[in-house]
């Protein structure tokens, strides 16, 4: 072997030092040696980087060997590789993933294609899952008009059982069944009696506005003429035909004539009545 060996080190950035680092040494100096004198010319953060060979086998910083034991065969030249261990566990991660992945993948594959021969043709070039799916197709729709048929059944028996048991809780509330107390004779005659009632305060009403407008017009003939009142009252009392009014109102009459009035007076000549003017009372 040669006495000197050139050694090419591939070295990582930030380290200082070039990419591709040729330097000669001794064919005989120890690994050691070596290693120390690397390690000087690095910096002091880089003290766990690893020194391998191009067959990526790790080389021991504390061995005494020589430098040409790491030659696999008479060369001059030595290359060497300087590589940062990656902390943590087995690592793998990745390749664990896509391994699922794929099991999972090939789960679902044999779920949905159950047929393994699916992807094949036949001989008339059409895929065996496409013909598959065609007379699937080709069945749901013979049988759709039965199940649209069945389904309009199914809807139209729901509608007439509420249809059915509306009608049956209007008869149970009317004839009274199921702690109801209602009775359809008693609702008939509780309506009717509503509407009398109704008819009977309206009339009541009227008759209050009727009489309450006469004792207005009463108040301003009184007012007015209390001669005329002398003479309505010994009129009223001759005929008897007069209107009755309230205990506080009195009686009033109107609409009399001259001549009325004088025919009254000769048929009650006999009372006794004082004539004048002025207030005038009758005893």
Not at 43 to 55: E, M, Q
Not at 96 to 116: H, I, V
Not at 230 to 244: F, K, M, N, P, Q
Request: net charge negative.
């Amino acid at each position: 072997m040669a006495d000197t060996i050139n050694i090419l080190l591939t070295s990582l950035p930030g380290l200082g030092l070039p990419p591709t680092l040729s330097v000669p040494f001794c064919a005989d100096l120890p690994i050691s040696a070596f290693t120390d004198l690397l390690t000087a010319r690095l910096p002091y953060h880089a003290g766990n980087l690893i020194l391998t060979t191009t067959g990526n086998h790790a080389v021991d910083p504390s061995s005494e060997s020589s430098l040409s034991s790491l030659q696999d065969g008479p060369s001059t030249i030595l290359p060497l590789r300087l590589t940062s261990s990656l902390p943590g566990g087995k690592g793998g991660f990745g390749s664990q993933l896509r391994a699922q992945g794929g099991r999972m993948s090939s789960r679902k594959n044999k779920q949905n294609n159950r047929d393994p021969n699916a992807s094949s043709r036949n001989l008339d070039g059409r895929r065996l899952r496409t013909v598959t799916e065609a007379k699937a197709l080709a069945e749901y729709l013979a049988t759709k008009p039965d199940m649209d048929k069945k389904e309009r059944e199914e809807k139209r028996k729901r509608w007439e059982s509420i249809v059915e048991a509306a009608e049956k809780r209007e008869e149970e509330i009317k004839s009274g069944r199921k702690g109801q107390r209602l009775d359809g004779e008693w609702v008939e005659r509780k309506e009717e009696e509503e509407g009398k009632t109704r008819d009977a305060v309206l009339a009541m009403m009227k008759q209050f506005e009727a009489e309450g407008r006469t004792g207005s017009e009463s108040d301003e003939g009184e007012e007015g003429s209390e001669e005329m009142d002398v003479v309505g009252e010994a009129s009223g009392s001759g005929s008897g035909s007069g209107e009755e009014a309230d205990d506080a109102g009195g009686r009033s009459f109107f609409g009399w004539d001259e001549e009325d009035l004088s025919e009254d007076d000769d048929e009650e000549e006999a009372e006794p009545m004082y004539e004048g003017k002025g207030k005038a009372k009758a005893v």
